[in-house]
T-cell receptor, first 111, second 116 residues
Framework: KQEVTQIPAALSVPEGENLVLNCSFTDSAIYNLQWFRQDPGKGLTSLLLIQSSQREQTSGRLNASLDKSSGRSTLYIAASQPGDSATYLCAVRSSGDKLTFGTGTRLAVRP | NAGVMQNPRHLVRRRGQEARLRCSPMKGHSHVYWYRQLPEEGLKFMVYLQKENIIDESGMPKERFSAEFPKEGPSILRIQQVVRGDSAAYFC??????????????FGAGTRLSVL
């Protein structure tokens, strides 16, 4: 059974810092891994999708890496801004078509 | 192209009532997924449906919960005789194709169910 863990559970940083969010999963037989952003009371916004054959994906100030063999992914956010404050979710798609989510990292970027 | 539409956005029910949550997938998408997010927990898969078929319901509670995706109209997640523990955010996602490596699920804004 796939399990996804995210560390840290919460993070508070001053504006401008570079930061790393971590995601680990127990079963390395995955199709892809996806990072989402969730704002309070809102839905999920997909940030980056990494296929199992890829090592990383980049979008603007975001960079996600995937090490399938060790069951880890990191989301790197460069030059953080207050608008980045949200909960970041990692989700893995393994067998079948369902996503297994981590419990998220709650990020607060202080002005 | 409108995204995944869920309604209502907020739903309040008293214990014992029925809750019906609706999800209209993106245009051209014939695969729908329901997830539940309990307070302070991650999203958990509930059910995966194609038009008129339930493909995977391994995450659905055994009682009181049912889902359908008819040939015409939205997908419905139905919760009978709601209890306080059903209070959660229910998210729907849709995709244009079934289980392939490149399949991507697009999420709606969710329905927040509160049971009094």
């Amino acid at each position: 059974k796939q399990e996804v863990t995210q560390i840290p559970a919460a993070l508070s940083v001053p504006e401008g810092e570079n930061l790393v969010l971590n995601c680990s999963f127990t079963d390395s037989a995955i199709y892809n891994l996806q990072w989402f952003r969730q704002d309070p009371g809102k839905g999920l916004t997909s940030l980056l999708l990494i296929q199992s054959s890829q090592r990383e994906q980049t979008s603007g100030r975001l960079n996600a890496s995937l090490d399938k063999s060790s069951g880890r992914s990191t989301l790197y956010i460069a030059a953080s801004q207050p608008g980045d404050s949200a909960t970041y979710l990692c989700a893995v798609r393994s067998s079948g078509d369902k996503l297994t989510f981590g419990t998220g990292t709650r990020l607060a970027v202080r002005p | 192209n409108a995204g995944v539409m869920q309604n209502p956005r907020h739903l309040v029910r008293r214990r014992g009532q029925e809750a019906r949550l609706r999800c209209s997938p993106m245009k051209g998408h014939s695969h729908v997924y329901w997830y539940r997010q309990l307070p302070e927990e991650g999203l958990k898969f509930m059910v995966y449906l194609q038009k008129e078929n339930i493909i995977d319901e391994s995450g659905m509670p055994k009682e009181r919960f049912s889902a359908e995706f008819p040939k015409e109209g939205p997908s419905i997640l139905r919760i009978q005789q709601v209890v306080r523990g059903d209070s959660a955010a229910y998210f729907c996602a849709s995709s244009p194709m079934g289980p392939t490596a490149k399949n991507i699920q697009y999420f709606g804004a969710g329905t927040r169910l509160s049971v009094l």
